[in-house]
């Protein structure tokens, strides 16, 4: 296979390396591992994740094993994944490794990766080709975003052969960790030679396909245990050197006057703010969105599929009275609303999707967001909390995050609540006079309100590069509190209803 190859022989001889010679190379490759650990745990600037892959009966295994013997265990963990585990299912498949993200400073290693369905799936024949390289450019931009997120990424796949991918028969007898009786066995589904090829050729178009991307794959030969060991425990000290020396990028600048990223027509300005609706109609209406809402949401149909939605809007445009009313529709049980705040610590150490990938509801539930991953195009963007190059990436990153929801099944709808400046100023002047609602205004509304034609620009970007049929935005004429409530369920029913 192609990609940045290392050997397991002896590099003068082309001989297995023999125990005396492993072990003065070891001692020190163990000494520049620990150093380069520490280092990388007292600059906590970068996470690194080792993607081990390969083989069954290349020695996964027993890598992971010696790993964990050259390294501090303070700050590394195992990620492995039970490819068999139902349980899983019940979320999108990207749901467990987003979760186990290690934090910056520490080190995962992460058995059974995002590759194993994609190449046991073109192993098996269950993706044709079209689908399998739809799947690999997906997963290219994925891993550059974990990469700018400060993700440091070392991909291994460990060869037994250029022909072998690990199909021989299980003997138990044989010794724990040897080639017929693997401590890792991912491939057990892969019964025929004809699928044991096919996922050769997989795994080799995949390795070629991403050996010029940020990320590439360095494939190790395993026929000598030792060699590959150490191969292993060097291409991990470059990585983990590098991830030292990496510099952070200088921080966001604040813009000055409004501007655009994308080039379509504006759409706020269109919208009728002037729309109410009668109270007695109003009750009517509300009731009768409510009652569709729970009806499909508590249907046979919706228990393989969730709800998420995401409302943003001016501030003081209703988000919370929406959300309380969309609540109301459902079952208290199988729902839970997600307040988004400035993020904490523990998810600034990580990649900033983590911290929503973490709370994807399962099936046949229901998330509610009142603010949402929109933030890093709009607050952030504003505010200059990131900078440019990150907030104008987000916006594929979001997409690509939408569209691994959508294609599990989730229904995602996103709601912008607009308000005009006048009826903004009136809610503040009403909630600073009412006690009760005094926690409502924060001298951040007020900077905000500062800011409303950067928030304009910023807004209409994202409406424009991340309104997608299957996560599609819907602009909510907010002055009337009632006849945004209205819309929002009435739409929220109408989807369910078409999805469903």
Known sequence: ???????????????????????????????????AQFDLADRSSRAVLILLNGADGAGKGQVLNRLHEWLD???IATLAYDIN?????????????????????????????????MLLHRATGRADEETFHARIAETNRIEDMLVAER?????????????????????????????????????????TKKERNRLVRAARELIQKTADCRTPWHTVRADDPLGRDLAVGRHLLDTLQAAVRWQPPRPGVLPFKPHRVSSTKPVLPTLDLTQTLEKDRYEIELADAQARIFAATQSAAFRNRALIVAFEGNDAAGKGGAIRRLRSALNPVHMRVYPVGAPTDEERARPFLWRFWRHVPLRGHTAIYDRSWYGRVLVERVEGFA???????????????????????????????????????????????????????????WRNRENWELYAAAVEDMIALTSTEAGPWTLVESNSKRFSRVKI??????????EL
């Open 1 to 35: 296979m192609e990609g940045g190859d290392a050997s397991g022989a002896d590099d003068r001889t082309g001989m297995p390396l023999d125990a005396d010679r492993f072990e003065a190379e070891a001692t020190a490759l163990r000494e520049a591992l620990l150093d």
């Open 73 to 75: 265990p303070r700050t």
């Open 85 to 117: 585990d139902r349980c899983d299912l019940r979320r999108p498949p990207a749901w467990r490794f987003w979760c186990d993200l290690p934090e910056r400073g520490r080190i995962g290693i992460m058995i059974g990766s995002w590759y194993h369905t």
């Open 151 to 191: 993700v440091t990424l070392l991909k291994l796949w460990l060869m037994l052969g250029d022909n072998e991918t690990g199909g021989s028969a299980i003997n138990t007898e044989a010794p724990p960790g040897s080639r017929n009786n693997p401590l890792v066995r991912e491939w057990a589904e892969i019964d």
């Open 387 to 445: 900078a440019p190059a990150v907030w104008q990436r987000a916006y594929g990153e979001i997409n690509d995050f939408e569209a691994q929801l959508t294609r599990a099944g989730y229904v995602l709808h996103k709601f912008w609540l607009a308000i005009d400046q006048d009826e903004q100023l009136r809610r503040f002047e009403a909630r600073k006079a009412t006690p009760h609602k005094r926690f409502k205004i924060t001298e951040e509304d």
């Open 489 to 498: 369920l009435r739409t929220l029913a109408d989807r369910l209803e078409a």
